[in-house]
Every structure is written in C-alpha cells, then in structure tokens.
C-alpha cells in the first residue's frame, strides 16, 4: 500500500473482504465499506415523488434512513405529466447529494415504467385533500387513479412486491388497488396511520411530561380520517397503564381522542397545505416497523387487510395493532377492547363501509 496509514482495520474470512478507511473509523453514520460483496438493491417506487410528501421522503430513502445504512436502494420516481419538470429538478437534487446507498434512478410518467421490477411500492400520490374539502369528496377523484395503479403493480412489480398506501383516503384508496391486483396476496397491502400513532404519542407525552419514547402500546383503530379512534385505554407510559398517569379522562375523551383525530385538518389550516414532512417520517417509520422486529410487549399501528379480528368485516382496510418479524406480520389479538372503545371503533368501521359503498364500482365482483 502507498499509504499504510490510510486503513484503519482490515477484516478478512471466507466471505467477504472489507477496508474501512480511517477517516471514519468512529462515525458509523458516514463510513464507506471500500469493497464488499454488496446487497441487492432494493427497488423503491415512489408515486407523487415531486409533491411534497415525496420530496421529504426521498432523500430520507436514498440516506438510508428507511432501510439500513448498508442496504442499497434504487427509486422509480412517478409523477403525472404536467410534473415532470418539478421531478427533473428533484432528481438533480437527489444526484447532487451523491449518496452512496442509491444506485439507480428513474423518472418517468409511465405507469408500467414506473412500477417495473419495484419491492417496494410507496403509493404517495393523489389529488390533495385542501381547505374544508370533505373526505369523501376525494373518494371518486382518486378512485380511478388507483384501480390503474394496483393493475400496474400486478402486471409489472417484483414478485415480492409490497405496498403502503399514503395517499388519502389511504384506506378505501388502499382497497381499490388491493381488489385490482388480486394476483398479489392480500397481506403484502398496506395503509398508513403511523402518522396518526406518532401524533397521539407526542400528545400523551407531552401531557404526561415525559419523552415520547416513554409512550408505547398505542394502537389507532379503522380509518385514517376524523373518525379513526387512538386507543389510550391501551396506552403505556414508562410500562404503566397512561391512564394511572393521566387520570383526567375528560381531558383524555375529549381533548386528546378529537386533537389526534383532527389534527391533519389543524395543519391545513395552519399552512395551507397537508402534512408533508411528518407524513414522510411515517412513511419511514411504518417501512422500518413492517421490515423489523417489533420489541417484545409493543405493538405499532397501520393499515391492514381485516381477517375479521375484532369484529371489524373480513376484507376491509383497516389499522390494527401490529406486531411485524421481519417478512412476516400479524394482528395482536387479545387487547382489551370495553364498551367506551368498542362504540369508537364501530364508529370509524361504519364510516369505512360507507366509503367501500361509495367506490364499489370500482371493486371487481
């Protein structure tokens, strides 16, 4: 070697050779492996990828945050025509932070292109949801936009393909691509209310005056709307009961269940426009969940296809408390449900019925 100096440790068996330059030996988020038999990429596709949810969650793809900081990825970037200039600049950007964990990008407007080969299928966009816009008023706009995504996805991703739903209502949105791609198996279909679990810890935590990592065993219950129901009769704080923490219920019922609820409506007006960053964290932190293993005694939320667990109709998208090993997940069974949560979540379960009515055009028979 030139420079016998420039190399910090050298490790060496049958498998693999890896040289670890000195210079970032003790900062783990920025070593370079110099040469190593290296993963398979993993193929990430990204719809609405110029808006601005994607625009947040690219780049945390492309660092490693959503996968690993060994795990390379590559991103097929979808947007609608009229955006394919916004997207040019965002993948200039993505090129100039020159990350060593992204090995391909493409761009393009071409619903087979885009999905071609993708593991991992992030459906971000749809029309958005604006100022005193009802949910239900999108339901129609973005219906056909995702009966030819699942078809797509069927017809053109990896074998092992999986797919979050973002993009609202992320639920019925996420059971009309499910019910156009029935090639795919049910339990690789996904909708997110992380978002909706990161926003009730944040609140319990902030009541209780603890930090949110003390906040576990929160589970939202059915929709990703204003009828979802985040379950603080569940909660822990530190491993206690939240309630032997916060013993004010009435604040419980009816400040903290509509704050979570309406919260997304509460940014709206506050900037005029959607969640954007904090909805790309729960993007990152549903992947993470789904992909890892949930620690022992927890659970996290998101939106599944109901085995009829909890009463809730076999078949509809709904969230569920969640355990995940790896490759593999399954609804919690067991959790207390008393009669003040049982009326929450047939609430928000009634809300998705009428949401599957009003789209059942849409659904093959």
Not at 22 to 32: A, H, K, M, Q, W
Not at 43 to 61: D, E, H
Not at 141 to 148: E, L, M, Y
Not at 337 to 345: D, H, L, P, T
């Amino acid at each position: 070697m030139d420079n016998p100096d420039r190399f910090a440790k050298i490790r060496l068996n049958r498998r693999k050779f890896v040289v670890i330059r000195s210079d970032f030996v003790g900062n783990p988020t920025s070593f370079y492996l110099a040469s190593r038999r290296m993963k398979k990429p993993i193929r990430v596709t990204v719809t609405g990828a110029a808006g601005q949810i994607g625009y947040s969650l690219l780049f945390r793809i492309a660092s490693g945050s959503m996968f690993g900081p060994d795990q390379p990825v590559a991103l097929n970037l979808l947007e609608i025509p009229p955006a394919m200039d916004a997207l040019k600049g965002v993948v200039m950007e993505l090129e100039d932070c020159a990350f060593p964990l992204l090995t391909n990008i493409v761009a393009t407007s071409d619903l087979n292109e885009g999905f071609k080969d993708t593991n991992w299928a992030l459906l971000v966009g749809s029309v958005p949801r604006k100022a005193g816009m009802e949910r239900n008023d999108l339901l129609g706009i973005n219906g056909k936009i995702f009966t030819g995504q699942g078809q797509a996805i069927e017809k053109n991703a990896a074998s092992d393909v999986r797919i979050l739903v973002v993009g609202n209502p992320c639920n019925t949105n996420c059971l009309i691509a499910m019910n156009n791609a029935r090639g795919i198996p049910s339990e690789r279909w996904f909708a997110m209310t992380r978002l909706d679990e990161n926003r009730a810890k944040a609140q319990l935590a902030t009541k209780a005056g603890v930090q949110v990592s003390a906040v576990t065993n929160m589970a939202i219950w059915g929709n990703h709307s204003a009828t979802q129901y985040p379950d603080f009769t569940n909660a822990r704080i530190n491993g206690k009961p939240a309630q032997d923490l916060i013993t004010d219920e009435a604040w419980l019922k009816d400040t903290f269940i509509p704050t979570v609820q309406k919260r997304g409506a509460a940014i709206i007006q506050a900037r005029g426009l959607s969640s954007a960053a904090s909805a790309a964290n729960g993007v990152v932190d549903t992947v993470r969940s789904l992909t890892g293993e949930t620690p022992n005694g927890d659970w996290h939320s998101v939106c599944v296809c109901s085995d009829g667990s909890y009463g809730i109709e076999k078949g509809l998208i709904a969230s569920f408390p969640i355990r995940s090993s790896g490759n593999k997940w399954e609804i919690v069974q067991g959790v207390p449900v008393n009669a003040f949560s049982r009326s929450k979540i047939d609430a928000t379960v009634a809300e998705l019925l009428e949401e599957k009515a009003a789209v059942q055009n849409l659904i093959p028979a």
